[in-house]
């Protein structure tokens, strides 16, 4: 399958908030974080399963996460991970003096990525920093 284009949009989630209260570096934020929420008729449109791994992709970087029917409303068109590590691989670190970065209206592509894991935030984080493999 080739990679689909689709706009990126982050921002904070109610289970974000709970797993980061027992930690960043447990499974459970992974979970809730490691995700690309996508308009249904996207994923079907686009071939791409509920609960897959995918590969997303930028001009700021490349990431592997799993692929879930959005629990909130996006258009088609629009995808949605939750704000930290997974989705600071894909956006600008330019923050154009506000001291944030662009985290809304990210040009990014998605291609499904069954076979490559999902890393887990501390992973993530010496991989991108490091260099470190998996």
């Not at 908030?17 to 027992?22: I, K, L, V």
């Not at 690309?36 to 997303?56: H, P, S, Y």
């Not at 629009?78 to 894909?90: K, L, Q, R």
């Amino acid at each position: 399958m080739s990679s689909i284009p689709i706009n990126l949009l982050t921002g904070r989630t109610i289970e974000q908030g709970a797993t980061m209260e027992a930690g960043k570096e447990k499974h459970n934020y992974t979970v809730a974080c490691g995700i690309i929420e996508m308009n249904a008729d996207d994923l079907k449109r686009f071939g791409i399963m509920k609960n897959t791994n995918v590969r997303v992709s930028s001009d700021f970087g490349t990431v592997i996460v799993k692929a879930v029917e959005a629990r909130q409303m996006l258009n088609p068109g629009e995808a949605y991970i939750p704000m930290g590590p997974w989705a600071n691989c894909v956006v600008s670190t330019r923050t154009h003096g506000t001291g944030m970065p662009t985290l809304k209206g990210v040009p990014i592509t998605i291609k499904a990525a069954p076979f490559e894991p999902v890393l887990g935030s501390v992973q993530l984080i010496r991989s991108e920093v490091f260099g470190e493999k998996a």
